[in-house]
Nanobody
Framework: QVQLVESGGGLVQAGDSLRLSCAASGRTLSTYSMGWFRQAPGKEREFVAV????????YYRDSVRGRFTISRDNAKTTVYLQMNSLKPEATAAYYC????????????????????WGQGTQVTVST
C-alpha cells in the first residue's frame, strides 16, 4: 500500500511563494507518475502538474505554467511543487497523487487516472 503525505501549505499574500512537499512511503514509486491537483470550495478537483514516471517529463495546467515547478528528489520518494507569484485564485486544498505504471491508466490530467491520494494541504493566498 502506498501512503502519500503532503506538507508545506499555508497562508501567504499574493505574489509570494510556497513549496509543497509530498512524501511517499510503502513502496518504491520510481516508475509512478506523480501529480498535483487542487480543489477550491464548491469546485471540482483540477489538475495542476505532473511528473511522469518514465523520463520525468513534466506537464502543467496553462494557468500555472511558468510559475509552478514540479520536481522530485533523486530517491524518488518526495515530490515537490514550487509555486511562485501566487495569485488569490490559487487558494485551494492541494493534493498529491500517484499513478501506477500500468497500460491504459488514463490521461495524466484526469483525477480518476490516479490510484493513490494524500489527504491534502491547504493553500490560501490573500490579496
Amino acid at each position: 500500500q502506498v501512503q502519500l503525505v503532503e506538507s508545506g501549505g499555508g497562508l501567504v499574500q499574493a505574489g509570494d511563494s510556497l513549496r509543497l512537499s509530498c512524501a511517499a512511503s510503502g513502496r518504491t514509486l520510481s516508475t509512478y507518475s506523480m501529480g498535483w491537483f487542487r480543489q477550491a470550495p464548491g469546485k471540482e478537483r483540477e489538475f495542476v502538474a505532473v511528473i511522469r514516471g518514465i523520463g520525468d517529463s513534466t506537464y502543467y495546467r496553462d494557468s500555472v505554467r511558468g510559475r509552478f515547478t514540479i520536481s522530485r528528489d533523486n530517491a524518488k520518494t518526495t515530490v515537490y511543487l514550487q509555486m511562485n507569484s501566487l495569485k488569490p485564485e490559487a487558494t485551494a486544498a492541494y493534493y498529491c497523487a500517484a499513478q501506477r505504471p500500468i497500460p491504459n491508466s488514463g490521461p495524466y490530467d484526469y483525477a480518476g487516472a490516479y490510484h493513490y491520494w494524500g489527504q491534502g494541504t491547504q493553500v490560501t493566498v490573500s490579496t
